[in-house]
């Protein structure tokens, strides 16, 4: 399914009166995991243990 379709069938599933910024947000989202998958897919997904070990890193400012 293409990008488009994808937005216009989200779209269609929201409720009536959902605001611009909620579904800028919905189709954020959508993205972010359609593009997670996708680097996946390819093989570029970070270990867990490798998380594990530099997240605390990421937490402190």
């Known amino acids: 399914m293409d990008d488009r ?3 216009c069938d989200l779209i269609e599933r929201l409720p009536d009166g959902t ?3 909620d579904i800028a947000r919905e189709i954020e ?6 593009e997670g998958a996708a680097e996946l897919d390819r ?3 970070i270990a ?3 998380v594990e070990r530099e997240l605390p890193s ?3 400012r």
């Open 5 to 7: 379709k994808i937005a």
């Open 58 to 60: 990421w937490l402190i």
């Open 29 to 34: 989202f959508i993205a972010a995991v359609r």
């Open 19 to 21: 605001s611009l910024r």
């Open 43 to 45: 093989g570029e997904a």
């Open 48 to 50: 867990l243990e490798d």
